[in-house]
């Protein structure tokens, strides 16, 4: 994101301070039976989304989320159990809790086994959607491992010239430490992700590429003709459909949940799986600095590319080092205001603006 870009924010949406979001999505949560550290947790990596521009899969995401705990499907008080543990590799079930918090705890545990073994893993079932899959690229990186860490969705998705959606755009995560703060790449085997999706529709706009099928299988850039036929165009084409399928059965076997068409035949999306592997450069005998003077070279000669727009080519990540936290959190569009000041009123903190 480009500061005229902020700009241009700040003079079309109002800017909440970043510890006021924080504040109200925690008391809802508290409010929803969660008990103080997790409301706090969760609620940080709402926030944390939304602060770092990625507000499609932090406060729009939200009241959603309460949705789902107040239907019962996702369970505020739930903790992890072990199922099946190696020095190097551990199977957890989520017991359908929130699958934010989930996946912060199966990344720490992979991080925990990483730094004890080298090399960490954990596969997850029975645990829900984790929003934002970036934050636990970014924890594992702050972290200094190297981290992948995915998991599987609900099928949304086509195979590669199939009429209906069989596959999940089962979001992937790559992360690499390096020092101020590590390279992450955050992406779902869609063109685009669904949130990004509802996000152009809420805003009245057509997606910047063709995204998707029509029901009678033309291509469209369209969000709302998309959503509708639930045919998202696979990253890549045939090469992000084949990769859809190949993490959602490593995700599944080695948690032994449910895949993508166990997972669509449930009356909403829950009790998915997802995968986590870390791994600890120190123990593998590699020293940081020298990781982060490589990188810096990387970086430099990627920049150093001449471009069609002028302006230099960006790593994974990079657009979530822009220092937010100046401008706070910026609530788009009037639904989004909305929402919110409804949730906070419910718990008696209501919002001026």
Request: some cysteine; aromatic content about 8%.
């Amino acid at each position: 994101m480009k500061l005229s870009d902020l700009s241009m924010m700040q003079n079309n949406t109002i800017r909440i301070e970043y510890a006021t979001l924080r504040g109200v999505l925690e008391a809802v949560l508290s409010s929803r039976g969660f008990d103080s550290e997790k409301a706090a947790v969760c609620a940080g990596l709402f926030a944390d989304a939304s602060l770092d521009g990625v507000a499609s899969h932090g406060l729009n995401r939200f009241p959603e989320f309460v949705r789902l705990v107040e239907a019962g499907i996702v369970d505020p008080r739930a903790e992890p159990s072990l199922d099946f543990a190696l020095p190097i590799f551990e199977r957890w079930n989520g017991n359908l809790g929130a699958g934010p918090l989930n996946a912060r705890f199966a990344m720490d545990r992979a991080i925990a086994l990483a730094k004890e073994q080298g090399m960490g893993a954990v596969a997850l079932r029975r645990t829900n959607h984790w929003k934002r899959g970036g934050n636990f690229g970014w924890q594992a990186g702050r972290a200094g491992c190297v981290a992948v860490c995915f998991t599987n969705t609900l099928p949304n998705m086509p195979a590669w010239g199939a009429k209906e959606a069989r596959l999940g755009n089962n979001p992937l995560v790559i992360a690499i430490p390096r020092e101020p703060e590590p390279l992450v790449l955050d992406m779902a085997m869609t063109q685009f992700a669904y949130g990004k999706m509802q996000t152009y529709l809420r805003e009245g706009k057509q997606m910047p590429f063709a995204a998707g099928f029509t029901s009678e299988g033309k291509t469209t850039q369209s969000p709302e003709e998309i959503l509708g036929s639930g045919l998202a165009m696979p990253m890549g084409m045939w090469k992000g459909a084949g990769l859809a399928m190949m993490l959602d059965l490593i995700a599944s076997l080695l948690s032994g949940g449910l895949a993508t068409k166990d997972i669509g035949k449930l009356e909403e999306e829950h009790a998915i799986s997802q995968f986590f592997l870390c791994l600890y450069p120190p123990k593998l005998g590699l020293e940081q600095e020298k990781i982060n003077e490589r990188l810096l070279e990387w970086v430099e000669d990627l920049k150093s590319a001449a471009t069609f727009s002028g302006h230099p080519s960006q790593y994974p990540g990079e657009q979530s080092l822009i220092p937010m936290k100046k401008w706070g959190v910026y609530l788009l569009g009037s639904a989004g205001k909305l929402v919110l000041k409804k949730k906070a009123a419910h718990c008696g903190q209501p919002l001026l603006f």
